[in-house]
């Protein structure tokens, strides 16, 4: 889904897209999400579940159904959906079923939420090639829902806080 957005050239267009990945504490991943060049936005919310408008307290509660995810506005210039969904799964253990590090929940699953086929196509690749490198992929791959931006006080929780993820880290996978 290419979005058209204005430049500080009011007469030069940007296109955009949309990637959407859930890989444990929304923090994490936004964190690690936000260094990749050509990455615009990234904002932390849920999705995957069934309640509209869910608050943490409910996702927490494992209420809703949703999972704690990360929105990824990009230019297709200066990357590519396949770049980042690379860089999601060497930044998340992929073959952690509802949980990362000491976050334990449904809440916290691995799971691409693809916006085309072409994105579900690419994360598909990538987990068969993670298959054939002997890793239990736990990784879901599903169509994507309504994305609800959580609370703001989560958003840019690591750069406001001046810390570093405590349960994402980097390990190259490819």
């Not at 955009?16 to 859930?22: E, I, K, Q, S």
């Not at 608050?55 to 929105?71: D, F, I, L, M, N």
């Not at 994507?144 to 001046?162: C, L, N, V």
Request: proline content about 5%; aromatic content about 12%; hydrophobic content about 30%.
């Amino acid at each position: 889904m290419t979005q058209q957005n204005k430049s500080e050239n009011p007469n030069k267009a940007m296109q955009t897209d949309t990637a959407l990945f859930a890989g444990g504490c929304f923090w994490g991943v936004e964190y690690y999400m936000k260094q990749l060049p050509g990455v615009l936005h990234v904002e932390s919310g849920y999705i995957g579940g069934t309640k509209e408008h869910p608050s943490y307290e409910e996702v927490k509660a494992h209420t809703t159904g949703h999972a704690e995810a990360v929105r990824i506005l990009f230019d297709p210039v200066q990357t590519d959906y396949e770049t980042l969904a690379r860089h999601f799964f060497e930044i998340h253990d992929p073959t952690h079923v509802d949980h990362q590090g000491p976050d334990i929940g449904e809440q916290y699953r691995s799971e691409v939420f693809y916006t085309s086929t072409e994105q579900k196509v690419i994360a598909e690749k990538l987990i068969d090639l993670l298959k054939a490198k002997g890793l239990n992929v736990a990784t879901r791959v599903t169509a994507a829902t309504t994305f609800w931006p959580a609370e703001d006080y989560h958003q840019d929780y690591y750069t406001r806080k001046g810390t570093l993820p405590y349960c994402h880290g980097y390990t190259k996978r490819f």
